[in-house]
């Protein structure tokens, strides 16, 4: 075990800081070691095998990332792909995908050049590491760590059981962990009665903790036989009670035991009397009193919503309130508290666990501050709470609630092996019962009786966990009911420093141990008088004694801890002194008492590092960053004054960091004051005036025409920097936007500034560049676009013509040419000279030319070419 | 400044239109001569019994056909014509008929962009009755429907009529009339007019043994303030044997223009063969034209 430790810590080193090029050190070579050693080596790697993350440079980034964006391994490094081979490199992608419109910030942060290999397994990390650091281009090479999220059993859903172990608000949950790990997981001798629907007992995640039908075990109440059929919401309490913790499967249950040590949990019993015409549930109830089961869990109650509208009339409500428990059941459950665990004259059988029984019921989900049968004197009533802290909309409430639970989005077993969450006090209840079966199950055995399991649970339930007004008991602590009772104050704190910041004081100390249990103090209470503390009673330190509590959480014994007391007065002498408290609040003695002066008020600061002037353009933003704090401390309140809708203040992420921004287009051109004026607690104020500009726009203006431009042949290219033809005097940096007459002449794609041109077709089109500023002011421009066939030396259009025939050539600056018009009896019309060009048409207005077909004749250049024309 | 003040002028310069002559004279086909025998004399008709119906009854019957590659050096046309008159008795029918082929042209839209292609063709139909009043006088009318395809959605048409009056002494021949005299085409708002024109025609035959000579001449007033005219002569040996030359005049606003034309032509046993040729001219020379008749 030590070596294996040791070749671990080896790889570790040499993947996390040995591959790491800097300019001080180069790569090193993974120490040789037997094959046999490796394997071992990787084997207890804190690194998953076959992966590694790389960075790469810039440079090397653009050779290869077109080639891997296409899902290849095969690059414009020779280098690379050379590894690629050697390594069996089967995907190489980038870490960071492509982010769509945050891929600007993913590159400007550099994200973009990390990559992950995945490689052959066979290959050791440390030789892949190394290969891929030797190679030029890559700077970083790091393993891909194992995770893990924290939790104490294998069962791949239990990150999803918030009600066991809150991992989004720590405690906010029934605190089992502490359980699980110093005290049981759950006991084979303690027997839970499930009076519900049926259990599926051969449940992959419930076969080993339930017990089969039988006439000592399960019963169908609704058939009167030991078949039990599976319901949902039967194998939905057996689950959160006892589903088999540790076994790789599905979620946990609370005393579920542990698989993986060979420890089974505590065992359900299937009551059940729901399914086809019902089942007698007093009789469900008594058949676990008198078959070994010392806890009846209960999820269900009276049907109070008679017309089963889904609501509660009033007078519905008033029969709820009147209905309460009697005969058959209210003699069932007077019964198995009883008698459970105990022989016929009451005595606790000797393979007992508790003398007595406990019956649990779920308050019911109706929101109505009744809940007939469990409220019930005798009975463990329990109502709702969500993962917020708050309770459960729908659960009922009032004094007869004894305990809360969890009951909102509650993950357990369902029938045909699978798993799902449900709502209701129905889930609430087994939670109960399992925490009850857990008592059980450490603490139960000769002498334990019901009486000492309610009170454990009810007492050691936690109070301050939900709203005061929730009206649904302490919250359900597992934990607490554990170290309900006991005394086991931790150790006196004997050193510690204090220190004077303004009028607070700064505590720091170590974690002192709980002698009995050995665990770390739960807290500490601070203390601060400027009368004597040496005799003060921690636990009630009466008038003029300003105190602080500090929660330990999850430091352990020795670890150092601070805390501050606050709000004291300035500039005057206290004595200060610490005790410890455990999980009961039982504390230590008092800490040896200091004496301390507080200082005097300092005034908040308003800082920046900007020396700039706040002058601002048009299109332009300014932000500065500004740090505001109160070196005391103290709490401060901002008090900012924009001087215009242009300026404003936030909040930045780091702490007292602030941004000033100034937006150069909002508010009109002119002179501003922008104030900040900060105050403490205390009234103490600090202020700073910003003057800014808000600077003149100027609309952007045509700096060079743009030439019109000639074509033959498609799919010729051009590009324009379109800046380069407007501009904004401001230096703006302008938005362009473009239009066309004929967009099947031409494909126009603007990327920034820069517009590139795809001829597509022969034609002519018209193209309109608008630069538009921050403010939207405009120039634009229009330059033709005309792909002439190469043959077609002449072309006149329209063709038919009405009124004016346009006839242009191929040449660029107008040119003269001959032409001769004539009609189809051979009539000549017009016969001349024009002058024209390729976007310099010459017009022969034909309007007074009746309809007919004409003959047109170019000469140009000595060449003769000659259309047919239609006037219409 | 100056540079600005040039690239105004230009501007302006090439902005402006030319102007096509008016020539407001719809379907002026209708007047192109389509026989090989008087295209050669320089078109004249005017006695011609093939045109002039109130010529047949002294003239006897001609049916001929003619292909006639019109115009290749302007608004070339490819022609198929059938000419013909009978004479019966006092009175004479004629029947006129022509399709021609124009050259398929490409269409542009207003800003030059190709919009396809299309080939325009025209026709003219007609019939013609003649009747010999006394031995030396005649009258005869031709009855046309002439119509013009210029594009997929443009097509015009029009009704026109000639109308002759004919006097014959000895050699001598004399016509006067109007023709294509008819309906308006339409355009638009705007209407233009048939070729019409008031026709003069005079010809006279004269033999010596197995040579003969015709000499002809014709005379066109067009309504539209346009001059037309053609004189020509054929030499005949046996009659079988025909050599024939002529010039065609038109003013800028008469339907055709100025030509020289010659031709030649062979006859036996009533089937003549004729060939024409014009020359001299920017838009119809080299017009041939081949003709097959059979005068009876």
Redesign the interface.
């Known amino acids: 075990m030590r070596t294996k430790a040791i070749l671990f810590s080896a790889l570790a080193c040499a993947l996390a800081f040995s591959c790491a090029k800097t300019p001080e050190s180069i790569v090193e070579e993974a120490p040789e070691a037997p094959a046999a050693a490796i394997e071992e080596d990787e084997a207890v790697s804190e690194f998953v095998p076959g992966v590694a993350y790389v960075r790469v440079t810039e440079n090397f980034s653009q050779l290869i990332e077109t080639d891997l964006s296409e899902g290849l391994v095969e690059t414009k490094s020779a280098g690379l792909n050379s590894l690629f081979k050697d390594l069996g490199v089967t995907s190489m992608s980038r870490l960071f995908p492509d982010a769509g419109e945050f891929e600007e910030r993913t590159r400007r942060e550099g994200l973009h050049r990390w990559y992950k290999v995945e490689f052959n397994q066979e290959n050791t990390l440390t030789k892949a590491s190394a290969s891929l650091a030797s190679i030029e281009g890559i700077e970083y090479v790091e393993g891909r760590r194992k995770l893990t999220n924290n939790a104490i059993f294998n069962d791949p859903m239990l990150s999803n059981q918030w009600h066991y172990i809150n991992n989004s608000v720590a405690g906010r949950d029934i605190n089992v962990k502490k359980v699980w790990e110093n005290y049981t997981k759950g006991d084979p001798k303690v027997i839970v009665s499930v009076v519900d629907a049926g259990i599926q007992v051969d449940h992959e995640d419930l076969d080993g903790n339930t017990i089969a039908g039988g006439a000592n075990g399960s019963k169908n109440f609704t058939n009167d036989s030991y078949v039990i059929e599976p319901g949902n919401h039967g194998t939905h309490v057996a689950g959160t009670i006892a589903a088999v913790n540790n076994n790789g499967k599905g979620v946990c249950g609370i005393a579920g035991g542990d698989a993986a040590a060979g420890q089974p949990g505590v065992r359900l019993m299937s009551c059940q009397i729901f399914g086809g015409e019902g089942g007698d549930s007093a009789a469900a109830i008594k058949w676990g009193a008198d078959h070994g089961a010392v806890i009846s869990s209960n999820s269900w109650g009276y049907v109070l919503d008679l017309d089963e509208d889904g609501q509660i009339s009033p007078s519905e409500l008033e029969r709820a309130k009147s209905m309460k428990i009697d005969g058959a059941d209210k003699a069932a459950v007077d019964y198995f508290i009883k008698y459970a665990g105990c022989d016929n004259s009451g005595n606790q059988l000797p393979n007992s666990p508790m003398k007595g029984g406990v019956v649990i019921f779920a308050a019911g989900n109706d929101n109505i501050p009744y809940g007939p049968p469990s409220d019930y004197e005798p009975i463990i009533s329990v109502g709702a709470f969500s993962s917020e802290g708050k309770r459960a909309s729908f659960s009922n409430y009032g004094d007869f609630v004894d305990i809360a639970a969890p009951g909102v989005a509650i993950r357990s077993t369902v029938i045909e092996s699978g798993y799902a969450s449900m709502n209701g006090t129905s889930m609430a209840c087994p939670h109960v019962s399992g925490v009850a079966a857990l008592i059980v199950s450490y603490f139960g055995g000769p002498g334990f009786t019901a009486d000492m399991l309610k009170e454990r649970l009810i007492k050691g339930a936690n109070p301050s966990l939900l709203p005061d007004n929730s009206r649904i008991g302490p919250a359900l602590d597992a934990y607490g009911s554990f170290v309900y009772g006991s005394e086991d104050a931790p150790e006196i704190v004997t050193e510690y420093s204090v220190t004077p910041v303004s009028n607070n004081i700064e505590f720091s100390w170590e974690v002192t141990e709980c002698p009995m249990s050995g665990d770390p103090a739960t807290g500490y209470v601070l203390f601060a008088s400027t009368k004597s503390l040496s005799s003060l009673n921690p636990s009630n330190p009466g008038e003029g004694v300003v105190i602080a509590n500090v929660e330990v959480g999850s430091k352990k014994i020795g670890d150092a801890i601070t805390g501050t007391i606050s709000g004291l007065e300035f500039e005057t002498k206290y004595n200060v002194a610490i005790a410890g408290y455990d999980y009961n609040h039982s504390f230590s003695a008092m800490s040896p008492v200091k004496q301390v002066t507080t200082k005097a008020n300092n005034p908040p600061k308003i800082t920046t590092d900007y020396s700039g002037d706040y002058k601002v353009r048009a299109h332009a933003t300014l932000v500065v960053p500004f740090t505001v704090t109160d070196p005391d401390g103290h709490t401060i309140s901002i008090k900012f004054t924009p001087g215009s809708p242009a300026c404003t203040w936030v909040q930045s992420s780091s702490s007292g960091g602030y941004q000033l921004t100034i937006v150069g287009n909002g508010a009109d051109p002119g002179k501003y004051t922008a104030s900040i004026e900060v105050t403490d607690q205390y009234g103490l104020k600090a202020s700073k005036e910003i003057h800014y500009e808000l600077m003149a726009n100027q609309a952007p203006k045509v700096v060079k025409n743009i030439e019109n431009m000639l074509f033959s042949t498609t799919g010729e290219k051009f590009t324009l920097q379109m800046d380069q033809f407007i501009e904004d005097p401001d230096g703006e940096t302008l938005k362009y936007s473009i239009s066309m007459s004929n967009a099947s002449v031409l494909n126009l794609n603007q990327q920034g500034n820069t517009l590139y041109g795809t001829t597509l077709d022969f034609g002519l089109t018209e193209v309109k560049l608008v630069g538009t500023d921050a403010r939207g002011l405009t120039a634009n421009q229009t330059f033709k676009v005309l792909v002439r066939h190469p043959e077609q030396q002449i072309q006149a259009y329209p063709n038919p013509v009405i009124d004016k025939l346009n006839i242009t050539n191929d040449q660029s600056d107008p040119t003269s040419m001959d032409v001769l018009i004539s009609a189809s009896s051979g009539a000549i019309v017009f016969n001349g000279k024009v002058n024209a060009g390729a976007f310099d048409p010459a017009v022969i207005d034909m309007g007074k030319c009746a309809p007919g077909i004409y003959s047109l004749k170019v000469t140009l250049g000595g060449k003769e070419t000659k259309k047919t024309i239609v006037k219409k | 400044m100056k540079k600005y003040i040039l690239v105004c002028l ?1 501007a302006v ?17 209708v ?2 001569d389509r026989s090989a025998v008087t295209s050669a004399m320089g078109g004249v008709q005017g006695i011609n019994s093939l045109y002039n119906p109130a010529a047949i009854p002294f003239t006897g019957s001609d049916v001929a056909i003619s292909y006639q590659n ?2 290749p ?5 490819t022609n198929l014509n059938l000419l013909g008159g009978v004479k019966i008795g006092r009175f004479g029918i004629s029947a006129t008929g022509a399709y ?1 082929i ?13 919009a396809g292609t ?1 080939k ?1 063709s ?1 026709f003219l139909v007609g019939l013609g009755v003649g009747f010999a009043i006394t031995d030396y006088l005649s009258v005869g009318v031709n009855a046309k429907f002439a119509g ?1 395809k ?2 997929a959605d ?1 097509s ?1 048409n029009a009704f026109a009529a000639d109308a002759f009056v004919m006097y014959r002494i000895k050699g001598f021949k004399v016509s006067a009339g109007v023709a294509s005299v008819g309906t308006q ?1 339409k ?2 708002e705007n209407a ?1 007019s048939l ?1 019409a024109s008031a026709k003069l025609g005079l010809g006279y035959d004269m033999a010596f043994g197995k040579n003969g000579i015709n000499l002809a001449a014709d005379f066109d007033y067009f309504f539209n303030g346009g001059i037309g005219g053609g004189i020509g002569a054929q030499y005949g040996w046996n009659d079988m044997v025909f050599v024939r030359a002529g010039y065609h005049l ?1 003013t ?1 606003k ?4 100025s ?1 020289a034309s010659v031709g030649i032509g062979g006859k036996f046993f009533g089937v003549h063969l004729d060939v024409s040729f014009l020359l001299a ?4 020379g080299n017009t041939l034209c081949i003709g097959l008749g059979y005068a009876f």
């Open positions: 230009m310069l090439f902005s402006a239109a030319a102007q096509a002559q008016e020539f407001s004279t719809a379907l002026p086909f007047r192109i019109w115009a050096k302007g608004a070339k046309s021609q124009g050259t398929e042209y490409e269409n542009y839209d207003g800003a030059g962009n190709p299309f325009p025209d013009s210029l594009a443009a015009y085409v355009s638009g233009y070729p038109g800028a008469a339907p055709i223009p030509y001219s920017q838009t119809v």
